[in-house]
């Protein structure tokens, strides 16, 4: 019963499709020979039946008595039972559908329609691009008349548009299985490749004792950077993107959900130029010596090549074709979303929190993984590593990650940032600024902690050495101006001391 009513369901299709020809003065895409000549090899050729049940589907077919031919015969292959015209004239009528296939007679004439077998794989071919083409009209059809609908939301709408054209083409982008001998093949010329190269295989972070462990932000990896609100999470990643894009020359796009670019912009300034907030943000007025240096000091940042686009709510195909495009027009290596949780899933899953982040989390690994660039992507935490407390120092854990336990599932890496000062575990004054950024899943490299130290008057993480550097170089210069203003006549005679 259930294949009539899905046989059902594609003819209501078919008859839109004809319908909507009509109206167009022409016929939908469709090969009715071809389809002949593919079910005929299929039935006196056992050898071509496992590879054309593999690359097609029923709905491939266009005229309704070859789909349900193809239906007898993919349920033969299934039950691993011989497929010829006996079987499947047998299966058909178990389905109740011989008749309506044309008999016994419509097999046999298929029979004799074959051409030569070694042609099969083309003849799929052109089956599965006029299958696509039919596809895309339909969907296309129903875009047009949930267009006209006024009472249709308009977001909605386009996250629809670019669900129904995104799953009309996934036919047209199946891989084939790889023999291992050509994968190491693969393998070997990628390790020759990274001889030559000096440092990191990926895109670096910028902060050395984290690209020591990850040896920069690989290719295709979904990284999950998660942590409580305010604890230093965006903060963290514009100090990413700018090393990345400043440093190394990477170009980075940062895709900000919550917060404007200008007010992403203004952060990075702090951290670039050492101002004080308060004069970037235009709380204290900029002395004239000092918009000169801004722009000096700026000069690098405003040529990186970062690209910033801070739509809110942005649906998760929107974003994954903005990022294609990016991709392909300016050769983005970085992708940085904030936050994971402010995108929006399909439009059939708004009502299923989890099912819906879930979903959000398979198209970002997955864009990941098709375009071959890293994702660092933030997550909000739930409340329980607070309430934990003090009996595990509030340590952040796996199944901390909000609202979906499929996030940790598609992340190649889980990082999260661990502040015991910021968030009332410590009152220790040595302990203000120390961070650790706890790698908890690492999928293809080892666990553990790197320690950082986050400067909140520059809203910049660095790793303890550079901050201890830094420290002390301030001392030696403050000393140095006080030496500036005191003459050596005010220190008298050494045996003064």
């Given amino acids: 019963m259930p294949e009539q009513r899905n046989t059902r369901g594609r003819k209501k299709d078919v008859l839109n499709l004809d319908t909507l020809g009509l109206e167009m003065g022409t016929k939908p895409p469709q090969a009715l020979d071809v389809e002949e000549a593919v079910l005929g090899a299929m039935l006196i050729e056992p050898s071509v039946v496992d590879d054309t049940v593999e690359d097609l589907t029923p709905s491939c077919f266009y005229d309704e008595r070859h789909r349900m031919i193809f239906e007898a015969i993919l349920k033969l292959a299934n039950e691993h039972a011989p497929v010829d015209i006996l079987t499947v004239a047998q299966k058909l009528r178990q389905l109740g559908n011989l008749e309506a296939a044309g008999g016994p007679v419509a097999l046999a004439e298929l029979s004799r329609k074959i051409g030569a077998a070694a042609h099969v794989e083309f003849h799929v071919k052109v089956l599965k691009q006029k299958h696509i083409q039919r596809e895309l009209i339909t969907a296309s059809y129903d875009i047009l008349k949930s267009s006209y609908d006024d009472s249709v939301n308009v977001e909605d709408l386009i996250d ?13 982008v199946k891989k084939d299985v790889e023999e291992i001998g ?5 393998a070997m010329s990628d390790i020759e490749r990274l001889q030559g190269q000096k440092g990191y295989t990926g895109v670096p972070s910028g902060l050395t004792t984290l690209d020591r462990i990850t040896l920069g932000w690989q290719p295709s990896d979904l990284i999950i950077l998660a942590a409580r609100p305010s604890v230093g999470k965006t903060a963290f990643v514009l100090n990413i993107a700018r ?8 170009p980075v796009a ?31 007025r900029l002395e004239s010596y000092e918009w000169k240096e801004l722009e000096t000091r700026l000069a690098h940042l405003a040529k990186a090549p970062l690209y910033i686009d801070d739509t809110a709510q942005l649906p998760v195909m929107e974003f994954r074709s903005k990022v294609k495009r990016l991709v392909k027009q300016k050769g983005v290596r970085l992708v940085i979303v904030d936050y994971l949780q402010l995108m929006q899933g399909p439009a059939e899953l708004r009502s299923m929190r989890e099912q819906e982040v879930a979903a959000i989390s398979r198209t970002l690994k997955a864009t990941a993984k098709e375009l071959n660039v890293p994702i660092i992507a933030l997550s909000q935490l739930s409340r329980q590593a607070v309430q934990r407390g003090t009996t595990s120092n509030g340590r ?15 992340a190649d890496m889980v990082l999260f940032i661990h502040r015991a000062d910021y968030q009332g575990l410590s009152e220790n004054p040595e302990d203000k600024g120390k961070t650790t950024l706890i790698i908890a899943k690492h999928r293809n490299g080892e666990i553990g902690d790197v320690d950082l130290y986050f400067r909140a008057e520059r809203v910049r993480f660095e790793d303890p050495s550079e901050a201890a550097s830094e420290f002390q170089g301030g001392i030696v210069e403050s000393a ?11 220190f008298g005679s050494n045996n003064d001391f």
């Fill in 160 to 172: 629809t548009a670019q669900a129904k054209v995104f799953a009309a083409i996934q036919d047209n």
């Fill in 182 to 186: 050509s994968v190491i093949t693969k």
């Fill in 243 to 250: 090393n990345a894009a400043v440093d190394y020359n990477f």
């Fill in 254 to 284: 940062i895709f900000s959900l919550e917060m404007p670019s200008i007010q992403l912009v203004k952060r990075m300034m702090v951290t670039e130029t050492g101002m004080p907030a308060d004069k970037i943000k235009g709380g204290v």
């Fill in 396 to 410: 952040p854990q796996l199944n901390d990650l909000r609202e979906s336990g499929s996030i940790e599932q598609d």
């Fill in 480 to 490: 140095m101006n006080g030496m500036d203003m005191i003459s050596s006549d005010d």
